[in-house]
């Protein structure tokens, strides 16, 4: 019989790379964990019963919450401040952070970023969506923790990870030693480790997109988008293109098989639609442990300073060669334009 690793056990095995390691941070993985599996049983249920649609209510950014968003938002902050490891946390859903001031957590020194459902447009149709959480240590020993120690830069990550609630569920995650991936097993209700030190392919033939706003891009994406559709044999183009609409998904999918994933600014959205602190930062962490690279176009995602909670970032992330390519037509695009003399 194989053997198989549970979260878990793999979460207390991995706490032996960290000698001064408490077991904090595997507790308040383990606790992510745990209410992943509970989300993942409604999102698996939601054609079944009265959770679809729209909850009526808008976050911040303006965009309608569905259900399923809401309720997983109550899940995580649920499990996190039950669990006593984390003092704040900061969700896409929520205007300002949320403070956690109970008995148990007083001595919590982690911080959550959290995307509880991104992709949240594709639950009324059977598609994947995921949840996007980064963990931070606060920097002050005690007392209130502040915005500050909140807005840090992505590269101060101790923890990220994400869950896929696809056609079967996975968690993946890294804490800074690689990444690793794990599958639910829902007869036994485990995540089992079945994508162990996962390692993104260097180059890929993949480009996800929103093409429909192409009329919205810069120049340079409109040149490299161009370039993906050229038919060229040296370096298997025209590549394909495959865009789930779930940004988690997407990235997912080509952590495994190669690819590069794009979300520029567009005329409708200067600086560009994905959030640095949500979704840009925890999928930055993990792809450049899998050994890819993820840009704004110009620099690191995870070197950009968080000026606040719900910041925006363009973004390309994927196959390092892939983000290189992308940033040398952004580059280009930007020296034809500059006036000259
Ligand atoms: P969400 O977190 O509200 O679901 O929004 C983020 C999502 C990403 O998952 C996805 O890549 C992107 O928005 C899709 O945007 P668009 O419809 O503009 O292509
Ligand atoms: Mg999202």
Redesign the pocket.
Known sequence: MTKVTTLGQFIIEKQADFPYAKGELSRLLRDIGIAAKIVNREVNKAGLVDILGDNGTTNIQG?GQKKLDVYADGQFISALRSGGECCVVAS?EHDDCIFIESEISRDAKYIVCI?P?????NIDVNVSVGTIFSVYRRTSKEGRVQLGEVLQKGTQQVAAGYVVYGSSTMLVYTTGKGVNGFTLDPSIGEFCLSHPNMEIPQNGTIYSI?EG?YIKFPQGLKDYIKYCQVEDQATSRPFTSR?I????A?VHRNLIKGGVFL?PTTSSHPQG??RLMY?CNPLAFIIEQAGGKASNGSSRILETPPEHLHQRTPIFIGSTQMVEKVEEFIRLAETETQPVG
């Open positions: 965009e896409e995307d459902l991104d992709g949240s447009s929103n706003n865009y609409g779930s940004m988690v997407d979300y639609k994905l979704e």
